[in-house]
T-cell receptor, first 112, second 113 residues
Framework: NAGVTQTPKFRILKIGQSMTLQCAQDMNHNYMYWYRQDPGMGLKLIYYSVGAGITDKGEVPNGYNVSRSTTEDFPLRLELAAPSQTSVYFC???????????FGPGTRLTVL | QQQVKQSPQSLIVQKGGISIINCAYENTAFDYFPWYQQFPGKGPALLIAIRPDVSEKKEGRFTISFNKSAKQFSLHIMDSQPGDSATYFCAASRQAAGNKLTFGGGTRVLVKP
């Protein structure tokens, strides 16, 4: 099992550009999540999904969009990138019955 | 609104000593309280977790103490080792709300040899 995988590992964007952060899990988990972690801070929830076709906003959704067409994949879309979106982005997944979330290695994004 | 408050922000302990990290929460509907360990450049990994029906859980050198009435829980790292140097996050979630984690701000622990 690869667990939770994320691509790319690093990315530099210019203000106003768009990009998609990819996340995939091979554990057949129903729940998937996107968090951002700013330097020296805890993680904040951006969006989450409880199953294919179902997504909902977290604490800091502005400037982001998600989709969940399959159980395995949960991409995060940034439209019109802003410097405030400079952060490390983590994807995670968990099963219905267990609260344990398994995290990917993260994507470090810089917006200049 | 910060629903999970964590202290201290950083901690230095000698090898063999005890590290103690405290967290307080506000939402009484939370029913799952994990601690995550994060090394630089890596994603958080579950260390140990507790549910509110027990007051203490121990796994090896790591112990969670849980005080439901005070809405507080803490992580104790016994016999701290240099390999324990990492950032530790407490978190809380509610299973009925999709297991969404609310994280504390993190504690950077440095264990000196």
């Amino acid at each position: 099992n690869a667990g939770v995988t994320q691509t790319p590992k690093f990315r530099i964007l210019k203000i106003g550009q768009s990009m998609t952060l990819q996340c995939a899990q091979d554990m057949n988990h129903n729940y998937m999540y996107w968090y951002r972690q700013d330097p020296g801070m805890g993680l904040k929830l951006i969006y989450y999904s409880v199953g294919a076709g179902i997504t909902d906003k977290g604490e800091v959704p502005n400037g982001y969009n998600v989709s969940r067409s399959t159980t395995e994949d949960f991409p995060l879309r940034l439209e019109l990138a802003a410097p405030s979106q400079t952060s490390v982005y983590f994807c995670a997944s968990s099963s219905l019955s267990d609260g344990t979330q398994y995290f990917g290695p993260g994507t470090r994004l810089t917006v200049l | 609104q910060q629903q999970v408050k964590q202290s201290p922000q950083s901690l230095i302990v000698q090898k063999g000593g005890i590290s103690i990290i405290n967290c307080a929460y506000e939402n009484t509907a939370f029913d799952y309280f994990p601690w995550y360990q994060q090394f630089p450049g890596k994603g958080p990994a579950l260390l140990i977790a507790i549910r509110p029906d027990v007051s203490e859980k121990k796994e090896g050198r790591f112990t969670i103490s849980f005080n439901k009435s005070a809405k507080q829980f803490s992580l104790h790292i016994m016999d701290s080792q240099p390999g324990d140097s990492a950032t530790y996050f407490c978190a809380a979630s509610r299973q009925a709300a999709g297991n969404k984690l609310t994280f504390g701000g993190g504690t950077r622990v440095l264990v000196k040899p």
